[in-house]
């Protein structure tokens, strides 16, 4: 079993507030991931990052930033959350080379009033 | 354009019988395919992956086939369980680019 958290697992935050989504992984991987998942439909990359202070937007343009200051740490924040940004959030990461399964966290599902 | 395509969005089966999720994709660089299952609330779970220089592998009860010249791949859960229940993604990578394309998911459905 993949040993990558997220929290908080719901949030309900009020239009115009920061929020911060805590991602880590306890297994030194050096890559991992944002994606975004409405429902019903597919997961999209938002960010990613190969290492430490390594971050690259992915293919969804998404209004978060993230860090990259530990390798087991990659949080995501949002300046000033909106109800467009209502949707559930997903960290993953997996380790260099083929063959290597992608592992999720547990997903934080946010909802923006 | 959306690369990897699920274009069953749902699939019921009978407890026992066999289910067959089916992925198509266009890019013909993907080299790696893997299945995710997530139920409600939870992040996807890893289940089984091929490699393009396979066109099956097996490991239990799920097995999943590829067609390249299709671009086709399925996965097969046999013999089917309720606690199977559950959306299966698919998902496609390019090697060097090591990130994942999902295709929208399917939801299974295993009827008692």
């Known amino acids: 079993e993949a040993d990558i958290y997220q929290t908080p697992r719901y949030l309900v935050i009020g239009t115009g507030k920061k929020i911060t989504l805590e991602c880590s992984q306890t297994?030194?991987?050096?890559?991992m991931y944002w994606y975004q998942q409405d429902p019903g439909m597919e997961l999209h990359l938002i960010h990613y990052s190969y290492g430490v202070n390594s971050t690259e937007k992915g293919d969804l343009s998404s209004e978060s930033t993230v860090s990259r200051i530990r390798t087991e740490h990659f949080p995501l924040t949002l300046e000033s959350a909106r109800p467009s940004h209502t949707s559930q959030y997903l960290c993953?990461?997996?380790?260099?080379?083929?063959?290597?399964?992608?592992?999720f966290g547990q997903g934080t599902r946010l909802t923006v009033v | 354009d959306q690369q990897v395509k699920q274009n069953s969005p749902s699939l019921s089966v009978q407890e026992g019988r066999i289910s067959i999720l089916n992925c198509d994709y266009t890019n013909s660089m993907f080299d790696y395919f893997l299945w995710y299952k997530k139920y409600p609330a939870e992040g996807p779970t890893f289940l089984i992956s091929i490699s393009s220089i396979k066109d099956k592998n097996e490991d239990g009860r799920f097995t999943v086939f590829l067609n390249k010249s299709a671009k086709h791949l399925s996965l097969h859960i046999v013999p089917s369980q309720p606690g199977d229940s559950a959306v299966y993604f698919c998902?496609?990578?390019?090697?060097?680019?090591?990130?994942?394309?999902f295709g929208s998911g399917t939801q299974l459905t295993v009827l008692p």
């Open positions: 998902a496609a990578r390019v090697s060097s680019a090591r990130q994942l394309t």
């Open positions: 297994m030194g991987h050096d890559k």
């Open positions: 993953a990461s997996t380790t260099a080379g083929t063959g290597r399964a992608t592992f």
